[in-house]
């Protein structure tokens, strides 16, 4: 567990990483509840968004695998570098097509370069909304990130959390899953 020094508390490092592009974004307002609860157990949070980040494809050149380090220049290293360090990681995304977004996607293909090193990640989290309020809505999603999950030994899926039936931007107000996802959040401690 990472250590910071506060009246010698140690303090989970809480990374949220929000995928969706839209403003008043669902998934994302599901993100500030995860991280107002972690927040309020004493946990390092970043909630980091992906709008305006610039994250390319990879090119599938593996060259990440023997210098840890990705050819491409562009924002990745840096949210890299978050991943790497955080004892926790959530993502939040919305779900198009029974699936997780593109941009989440690639943000996974890209953290190549963290598989077989050192990171410090255990316990990984998955926040979700949709249109549709099927609960099997995530699974897909769901099994999406426990491929990525599968090829980290240390890593675990902690909890998912589900919110169905918003579609316009802020439709979540008032949603049952923003008290769960803050709940969900004070259980870093």
Not at 131 to 143: I, L, N, Q
Request: charged share 25%; hydrophobic share 40%.
């Amino acid at each position: 567990m990472n250590e910071t020094t506060n009246n010698n508390i140690k303090m989970k490092k809480v990374l949220i990483i929000s995928t969706s592009l839209r403003r008043e974004s669902n998934s994302h307002a599901m993100a500030e509840s995860f991280a107002r609860g972690a927040r309020e157990t004493g946990c390092d949070v970043e909630l980091l968004t992906l709008r305006g980040k610039d994250i390319r494809f990879c090119i599938g050149c593996l060259s990440c695998q023997q210098s840890g380090k990705c050819v491409i220049a562009d924002d990745m290293p840096e949210i890299m570098k978050k991943m790497h360090d955080a004892d926790a990681i959530c993502f939040a995304t919305p779900i198009y097509y029974y699936e997780m977004s593109g941009q989440m996607k690639t943000l996974l293909d890209r953290s190549n370069p963290l598989f077989g090193g050192d990171y410090r990640f255990t316990d990984i989290y998955l926040l979700t909304s949709a249109a549709e309020d099927d609960p099997a809505t995530p699974a897909r999603t769901v099994a999406g990130l426990e491929g990525w999950i599968e090829c980290f030994d240390r890593a675990r899926l902690a909890s998912t959390l589900f919110a169905g039936g918003v579609t316009a931007p802020g439709e979540i107000d008032g949603h049952p899953a923003l008290a769960k996802a803050y709940s969900l959040g004070l259980t870093l401690a």
